[in-house]
């Protein structure tokens, strides 16, 4: 098995950072989704997705997206994507709010970030993750 960084909570390999890069994707996807649904433009497409990104990362990363044991199987994914999930939305509701002159926290957004990033992410992290754990 590869090494771990941050007491054990990030695995050191290849297929760690694609998992990061998969993850980085899916969200822009449904941000971007969300953009075109709306008429934003491709700079508010990449600023959005950017501000979820960062809070997908900043809570992920010390809650172990990317640690041996949420790699283990689906189970261990999907109990971990929810929980990441239902604080970083809010932490990229906030980021939002807190960078974008017109934007406000709303927590109509909010429930539409959390039901559509777990439509999006939970079936990423559940077929890909696990498949993903370092050997």
């Known amino acids: ?18 998992l990061l890069v998969g993850d980085l994707v899916v969200i822009a996807l449904f941000v971007g989704l969300g953009e075109l649904r709306h008429g ?4 508010d497409w990449t600023v959005t997705a950017s501000e979820f990104a960062l809070a997908w990362l900043v809570v992920g990363i010390p809650l172990g997206a990317y640690g041996p044991s949420a790699l283990q199987s689906a189970r261990r994914s ?53 498949r993903f754990l370092p050997e």
């Open 40 to 43: 934003g433009a491709v700079i």
């Open 78 to 130: 999907a109990g971990r994507t929810l929980l990441i999930w239902a604080v970083a939305a809010p932490v990229g509701v906030a980021i939002r709010s807190l960078l974008e002159p017109l934007a406000t926290f709303s927590f109509v957004f909010l429930a539409v970030m959390l039901g559509t990033g777990l439509v999006f992410l939970l079936p990423w992290r559940v077929l890909v993750a696990p």
């Open 1 to 18: 098995m590869a090494g771990t960084i941050m007491a054990g909570r990030v695995a050191i390999h290849r297929r760690t950072a694609w």
